[in-house]
């Protein structure tokens, strides 16, 4: 997915209100942008690391910048490695249907059928995907952006505690027992993650739920993205550790 135009750099000040951060510019100029990101950013907020934003020419917007990407120090091996991180999480949902569209995911390549935020379930959801295809059961699919790295190359999902995360793990279950496919599919914008579990010491009840979600035949799929000041792609499946 190309940016509609290439990232502007800086260095993170701070984030603050949730939904805000200062950034530095090269030449002492502080700007405000918003931060596209409801989580804790755990491991993510490096004050003086170099980030990078978009800008949008919406003269309707009272913050026209957005914090796209930030540089995130990783321990691999022991040794500091820096990677980055997509922390807009807005952008997972276009990316993973990047992969739906090219039929390029194997476990999801023989729908050709797609819709988007559909109502679902018994506690007034919406569900990211609805697959469907000839001859084949339908299929949820719910998106979740990881960006939460320990280091030697585990990412965990959630960075904070999430009753809704629960609610849509409880909505795929029922999913799966009425006979249909059910799948979560963790959105990795984190190039210093190879693999992916759940963050049992955050929130325990999410990691229960999860565990009970695969047991019941929820589907966890994982991709990993790569990225640039130009554009951002999922490019590699990797695996998902209980």
């Given at each position: 997915m190309k940016y509609t135009h290439s990232l502007f750099e800086g260095r993170l000040i701070r984030r603050y209100k949730r939904f805000m951060a200062d950034i530095e510019l090269s030449n002492g100029v502080e700007i405000t942008a918003h931060c596209p990101n409801?989580?804790?950013?755990?491991?993510?907020?490096?004050?003086?690391?170099?980030v990078w934003y978009s800008s949008s020419a919406n003269p309707k917007r009272k913050y026209p910048f957005?914090?796209?990407?930030?540089?995130?120090?990783?321990?691999?091996?022991?040794?500091?490695?820096?990677?980055?991180?997509?922390?807009?999480?807005?952008?997972?949902?276009?990316?993973?249907?990047?992969?739906?569209?090219?039929?390029?995911?194997?476990?999801?390549?023989?729908?050709?059928?797609?819709?988007?935020?559909?109502?679902?379930?018994?506690?007034?959801?919406?569900?990211?995907?609805?697959l469907k295809a000839d001859q084949a059961p339908d299929c949820y699919v719910e998106v979740k952006s990881v960006t939460l790295a320990v280091g030697d190359g585990l990412g965990l999902f959630p960075d904070a505690i999430t009753a809704r995360g629960v609610k849509h793990l409880r909505e795929l279950i029922r999913i799966k027992q009425e006979g249909k496919r059910a799948v979560l599919f963790f959105c990795v914008q984190h190039t210093g993650i190879n693999k992916v579990s759940p963050a049992e010491d955050i929130d325990p009840e999410y990691t229960k739920t999860l565990r009970k979600a695969a047991l019941e035949g929820v589907e966890i799929i994982a991709w990993r993205a790569i990225m640039s000041v130009d554009d951002i792609a999922l490019t590699k499946s990797i695996p998902v550790l209980f």
């Open positions: 409801t989580g804790s950013m755990k491991n993510c907020l490096y004050p003086g690391g170099r957005t914090w796209e990407q930030a540089e995130i120090p990783v321990m691999i091996d022991g040794k500091e490695q820096l990677a980055k991180a997509g922390l807009n999480t807005a952008r997972a949902n276009p990316l993973v249907e990047e992969l739906l569209v090219k039929a390029a995911v194997p476990e999801l390549c023989a729908y050709d059928k797609i819709s988007r935020e559909v109502k679902y379930g018994k506690e007034g959801s919406r569900i990211d995907f609805l």
